[in-house]
């Protein structure tokens, strides 16, 4: 599986931004997608993930401001972001596995892309 991610840039506080994040190769047809997140001196953190059927999961640093959707037909991910905080400055990484979980071994990773929140 290929992820290839795209959408980051620079925004002032309180602008929005729009990642998306299209997958492809050998794709589990029962997949979890999402958005992970990783600021400079900390941990990679959950932002937010979608299932094929459609369940989400947000952090509860970005509920109500983020929205993560997907279209199965195309194998895309997005993330909506919205009243984007200094905070929110981050290198994000598209995620997928199957569903549910099959161990590390399945989990697939895009390549990044950074979010540059300005105050």
């Known amino acids: 599986v290929q992820l290839q991610a795209s959408g980051g840039g620079l925004v002032q506080a309180g602008g929005s931004l729009r990642l998306s994040c299209v997958a492809s190769?050998?794709?589990?047809?029962?997949?979890?997608m999402g958005w992970y997140r990783q600021a400079p001196g900390k941990q990679r953190e959950l932002v937010a993930t979608?299932?094929?059927?459609?369940?989400?999961n947000y952090a509860d640093s970005v509920k109500g401001r983020f929205t993560i959707s997907r279209d199965n037909a195309e194998n895309t991910v997005y993330l909506q972001m919205g009243s984007l905080k200094p905070e929110d400055t981050a290198v994000y990484f598209c995620?997928?596995?199957?569903?549910?979980?099959?161990?590390?071994?399945?989990?697939?990773w895009g390549q990044g892309t950074q979010v540059t929140v300005s105050s």
């Open positions: 190769g050998s794709i589990f047809s029962i997949n979890i």
């Open positions: 979608i299932t094929t059927g459609g369940s989400t």
């Open positions: 995620y997928q596995a199957p569903y549910p979980p099959a161990g590390s071994r399945y989990d697939y």
